[in-house]
């Protein structure tokens, strides 16, 4: 095995020992800055965040947990997310966490979208389209999400837009349409998506569908009890929608207009001027 792979291996390792755990691995300094030396298609900066204050001489502590979305710490630029972001994609685009959807997917689909974002859209996972173009939300759906979001008054490059999973779910060889992720693949690659909201530090995100929210809460409920009030992720206000891909199936306007209420509350909570257009459209 390749240094890189071995090294990779080893990350997710502790990775999954912290999810199941809920204990972050630290790493003194200077290991930190001997891996940093090495040639890597791997970051180790993202070990250094998970473990931010290890202290010296105890291996075993638990560092405070980050207060995503918080605006204390410093803010990066624009261009340090850039790259930041980067790196995540590139130890996604190798990642064998999930050896049956590494093995079927045609490539991984990160995200997309503005790295300083205000808002973050979260689906569920990729579907056909998505693994064909590598791109989240490509498809009717996607084309229906991009539709509400300039309605909202923002061109889709403004916002960020990414899954819980980054690999499509396998189907049956032969099989059309999609399936939903499983919960433990939504466990196995949640801390990718942790990684992106931790570096957009959106100031809103906004949950597509009961999955996205099992997937970023852990809740399961049906989604008419869920959507349309402020929840919070990590700090971070999170507001529940029903996902695109219903609205395609249940074409009922009272439903669309549902979407577009959650959405003007999104509006409000961002501080954004709602036009009298805006009040009274539907999808
Ligand atoms: S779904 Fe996520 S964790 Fe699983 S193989 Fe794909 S990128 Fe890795």
């Avoid at 199941?20 to 200077?30: D, I, Q, V």
């Avoid at 990729?126 to 229906?144: I, M, S």
Wanted: with cysteine; net charge positive.
């Amino acid at each position: 095995m390749q240094f890189p792979q071995a090294l990779e291996t080893v990350l997710q390792t502790l990775e999954r020992m912290r999810d199941e755990t809920g204990h972050r691995p630290c790493a003194s300094r200077m290991a930190l800055d001997a891996l940093n030396q090495i040639s890597s298609p791997r970051k180790i900066d993202s070990l250094e965040g998970h473990a931010p204050s290890c202290p010296k001489n105890n291996l075993g502590a638990d560092p405070p947990s980050r207060d995503y979305g918080a605006a204390s710490s410093a803010a990066p630029s624009k261009t340090e997310k850039t790259d930041k972001l980067a790196a995540v994609q590139t130890r996604v685009s190798v990642c064998i966490k999930c050896p049956n959807l590494a093995s079927s997917r045609t490539q991984t689909v990160f995200g997309v979208g503005n790295p300083d974002a205000e808002i973050m859209f979260v689906g569920e996972a990729p579907g056909a389209d998505e693994d064909a173009q590598g791109e989240p939300f490509v498809g009717r759906a996607g084309q229906l999400l991009t539709k509400i979001i300039r309605a909202m008054g923002f061109p889709r490059e403004e916002v960020y837009i990414a899954n819980v999973l980054k690999c499509r779910p396998d189907v049956p060889a032969g099989s059309f349409g999609n399936r939903p992720p499983t919960p433990r693949e939504m466990q196995t690659c949640r801390p990718y998506l942790m990684e992106q909201i931790d570096i957009i530090r959106p100031k809103v995100i906004v949950a597509l569908g009961a999955v996205a929210v099992e997937g970023l809460l852990g809740t399961r409920a049906p989604m008419r009890e869920l959507r349309g009030r402020w929840d919070s992720f990590n700090g971070t206000p999170l507001m529940i929608t029903y996902h695109p891909a219903y609205l395609l199936r249940n074409q009922s306007p009272s439903e669309k207009r549902k979407v577009w209420e959650d959405m003007m509350l999104v509006l409000e909570r961002l501080e954004k001027p709602i036009s009298e257009k805006q009040r009274n459209y539907f999808l």
